[in-house]
């Protein structure tokens, strides 16, 4: 009797247990790897940043998506995706659930801007070279 006992607990703990490891698959990434993304930035360097990505279509080759899905025991499943487009090999955009930090995008936007800026500056401190005869 005990030993039928026993059989039966055992069946029962093997079929039920009480802790299930969390299972990760795909690409881990972080916020941390997104704010380093540059726009223009060469598929090789984007490569070096987030890692070689999940899936490449030979349909589409100037885009990359990267997948992430988390389960933590018996709980719902976390997924995130990220979708980065390239033009003539140059990072040109991001699709998906990671989006650069906002203070990240102000930073570049005031660069760009403050480039714009200077370079129209620039542009009229000079008088355009004249025609002989003038």
């Known amino acids: 009797m005990k030993a039928l006992l026993l059989l039966v607990t055992l069946v029962v703990a093997a079929c039920n247990p009480i802790y299930k490891a969390p ?16 726009p223009n930035m060469s598929k090789r360097q984007v490569e070096l940043v987030l890692g070689t990505p999940a899936l490449r ?12 899905t988390l389960r933590i ?9 990220l979708t980065v ?14 989006k650069p930090s906002q203070a990240d995008v102000v930073r570049y936007k005031t660069k760009k801007a403050a480039s714009s800026q200077e370079a129209a500056d620039g542009a009229g401190d000079t008088d355009p070279p004249k025609a002989a005869g003038d």
């Open 85 to 98: 487009v390239f033009k003539e090999d140059k990072l040109v955009r991001l699709e998906g659930d990671w």
């Open 23 to 38: 299972v990760q698959q795909g690409n881990v990434l972080d916020q941390g790897m997104i704010d380093q993304l540059r």
């Open 57 to 68: 279509s030979a349909f589409h080759a100037d885009r990359w998506d990267y997948m992430y």
């Open 73 to 81: 025991g018996r709980g719902e499943v976390n997924k995130r995706r």
